[in-house]
């Protein structure tokens, strides 16, 4: 699996933005799947964003639509947070899946994932 570090958590009041990085260590993700997933206290993780090899494909989870920008770039990542809520609060993370070709889709569960990164907190409040 691939090592991933993000970073770009912190503390934003309502209505802030955030932009979360996550990248790996001299591998190129021209052939991963990537991803971001969250975790509120109580509640499961869930996935809120991906974006395809190519770049063509993303999805977004229904509460972050229109809020929320994936990219990716050769070796690293992103989540362009916006117009954030307190139901944002959660530790973030960042994910990759291999796939043999430039798969032109991504997913939002988590099992197709095989590689993490560590989390970082993003909370939201006043």
């Known amino acids: 699996q691939l090592q991933l570090v993000e970073s770009g958590g912190g503390l934003v009041q309502p209505g802030g933005s955030l932009r979360l990085s996550c990248e790996t260590s001299g591998f190129a993700l021209d052939y991963y799947v990537v991803g971001w997933f969250r975790q509120a206290p109580g509640k499961e993780r869930e996935g809120i964003s991906c974006?395809?090899?190519?770049?063509?494909g993303t999805a977004y989870v229904d509460s972050v639509k229109g809020r929320f920008v994936i990219s990716r770039d050769k070796n690293t990542f992103y989540l362009e947070m916006n117009s954030l809520k307190v139901e944002d609060s959660a530790v973030y993370y960042c994910?990759?899946?291999?796939?043999?070709?430039?798969?032109?889709?991504?997913?939002?569960?988590?099992?197709?994932?095989?590689?993490w990164g560590q989390g970082t907190q993003v909370t939201v409040s006043t």
């Open positions: 994910a990759a899946g291999k796939v043999p070709y430039r798969y032109v889709g991504c997913w939002l569960s988590s099992r197709p994932y095989g590689s």
């Open positions: 974006i395809s090899p190519s770049g063509d």
